[in-house]
């Protein structure tokens, strides 16, 4: 059995000025499956902040939710849809 490294001390964001954990998929070794930690967690920030944001429409908002979810190799938010895109327009051929 394989122990995970202790969790990075949070540190404020460079977007926000809060301080988060940053989130780093681990494999079975502990180490982060095939990403930079820095670049994931930068990622992380980035999505919070444009989902989290009510400056932009909700097609671009879920573009940008669905592309960090292909980043991180989310299967279950690959595959979600959020009501409010779909109700704007958002399609199959441009979500895809």
Known sequence: MTTQ??????????????????????????RPLGRDPELVALLGEYQDTVVRSRHLDAITTELVRLRCARQHDCRICQTLRLADAADSGLDEGLAG
Not at 16 to 29: H, L
């Open 5 to 30: 490294p202790p969790a990075p001390t949070p540190q404020p964001s460079a977007l926000t000025g809060r301080a988060r954990p940053v989130r780093v998929e681990c494999g079975v070794d502990g």
